[in-house]
Structure formats: structure tokens, C-alpha cells
């Protein structure tokens, strides 16, 4: 089983960026669908960016569209979510997820593996 770390999250003002990391073990890397999911609270774990397993296909949510970007670097074993011009709605637990597969996965029962959370807080 895949183990993840998130990295990146803090506290930043409306229209700011910042870059969460997520660090993988393993040597299977490769083999990973990724996507960064989002909980609010009281709100439901949504997923905000997907990735493939090569990085050929991504998915954004409405929301995040044309601010956020996710990419991978499979020789680090990493995956990235650049956010800009972030909005105080934004603000949320960021959590990490891997599941071995070829598709694109977007829905959080398709994640089996997780990371811990990284907080993201934007002040208006």
C-alpha cells in the first residue's frame, strides 16, 4: 500500500497562491491514478483535481477550474496542486489520494490510499 504526505498548505489572503505536495512511497508510483480532494467543515470530502497515471488526463471541479493545476512527477514520486488566486471558499482540509488504476478517478470511494490532510486557509 502506497503511503502519502502532504506538504504546502498554510495561511494566505484572498487572491494569493500556494503549492501543496504530496510525497508517495513505493516504487509503483507509475501505476497510481492521483487527485487532491478538499473538506470543508461540515462539508463532504470533494474531489477539486485528478490526474492519470501518465499525466495525460486531468479533471478540475467547476469551482477550481482555470486557478488551480494539478501535475505529477513520477521520478519523484510526487504529485502537485498549484493553486492561484485563491478565494476565502478555498479554504479547507486538502487531502492526497492514490489508487492503482489506468482511468481517471474522481470519486472519492475509488481512492484507497490517503494522506493525512494539509490545512489551507485564505483570509478575505
Known amino acids: 500500500q502506497v503511503q502519502l504526505v502532504e506538504s504546502g498548505g498554510g495561511l494566505v489572503q484572498a487572491g494569493g497562491s500556494l503549492k501543496l505536495s504530496c510525497a508517495a512511497s513505493?516504487?509503483?508510483?507509475?501505476?497510481?491514478?492521483m487527485a487532491w480532494f478538499r473538506q470543508a467543515p461540515g462539508k463532504e470530502r470533494q474531489c477539486v483535481a485528478a490526474?492519470?497515471?501518465?499525466?495525460?488526463?486531468?479533471y478540475y471541479a467547476n469551482s477550481v477550474k482555470g486557478r488551480f493545476t494539478i501535475s505529477r512527477d513520477n521520478a519523484k514520486n510526487t504529485v502537485y496542486l498549484q493553486m492561484n488566486s485563491l478565494k476565502p471558499e478555498d479554504t479547507a482540509v486538502y487531502y492526497c489520494?492514490?489508487?492503482?488504476?489506468?482511468?481517471?478517478?474522481?470519486?472519492?470511494?475509488?481512492?484507497?490510499?490517503w494522506g493525512q490532510g494539509t490545512q489551507v486557509t485564505v483570509s478575505s
Open positions: 513505493g516504487h509503483t508510483f507509475n501505476t497510481y491514478a
Open positions: 490526474i492519470t497515471w501518465s499525466g495525460g488526463t486531468t
Open positions: 489520494a492514490a489508487t492503482r488504476t489506468r482511468s481517471l478517478v474522481i470519486i472519492r470511494g475509488g481512492y484507497d490510499a
